[in-house]
Nanobody, 121 residues
Framework: QVQLVESGGGLVQPGGSLRLSCAASGTIVSINNMGWYRQAPGKERELVASMTSGGSANYADSVKGRFTISRDNAKNTVYLQMNSLKPEDTAVYYC???????????????WGQGTQVTVSS
């Protein structure tokens, strides 16, 4: 199996910053895309940012210029630096990874348990 463990959420004032981390572990053969999604109360889960194993990043329009995704492939870890946070960024943030694992080598999508980000004064 592949496990994703997130950390770094919390309460921050508008205009503040937070950094989320997500570490993948288990019988990993390789990881393709890693990314962050979020889900606010009453809304569908949406993509925030993703990054390929080669370093190509994709962002939701709502976070472009404020959030930065990065990866450490050697550590199977993805980060999300969130700056200039707004109340509308409040949500549970989920880590996602498309990974092949031993012994099946099948490409599956894995999710973390989620971490709460609250932006409020």
């Amino acid at each position: 199996q592949v496990q994703l463990v997130e950390s770094g959420g919390g309460l921050v004032q508008p205009g503040g910053s937070l950094r989320l981390s997500c570490a993948a572990s288990g019988t990993i053969v390789s990881i393709n895309n890693m990314g962050w999604y979020r889900q606010a109360p009453g809304k569908e889960r949406e993509l925030v940012a993703s990054m390929t194993s080669g370093g190509s990043a994709n962002y939701a329009d709502s976070v472009k210029g404020r959030f930065t995704i990065s990866r450490d492939n050697a550590k199977n870890t993805v980060y999300l630096q969130m700056n200039s946070l707004k109340p509308e960024d409040t949500a549970v943030y989920y880590c996602n990874a498309d990974s092949r694992r031993f012994p099946t080598f099948r490409l599956d999508s894995y999710w973390g348990q989620g971490t709460q980000v609250t932006v409020s004064s």
